[in-house]
């Protein structure tokens, strides 16, 4: 099963994966919005935000499924366990119950004999 460690990450301000790069390179590049970036940013932030809470809550959900599914192998696992020596113990006990038999009736004859 995978494992996955927690990691802190920053919702805003929103930065591009390459920011760092660019600035480094000297590259500066404008671009032209039309309508004016604020009121595109008014209109996606919200939605860039809800995208990622519910990325969250979307993580936290399969952890906890794979964290359940990890306890019922372990489960299934141990009930097998425990059904392989329930069942040598019945054996056993059926065994001796049936030599028990055998030496009655071994004696019996014996006792018939002499």
Known sequence: MAKKQPAEE?????????QGADEQAGATVEYIYEPDPEQIMEVLLPLHLNVQVYHAMIEVAAGEHAARMAAMDNATNACGDIIKELTQLY?????AAITGDLMDIVGGAEALKG
């Not at 054996?91 to 065994?95: I, S, Y």
């Open 10 to 18: 920053a919702l805003l301000p929103i930065t591009t994966p390459n």
């Open 91 to 95: 054996n056993k006990a059926r065994q």
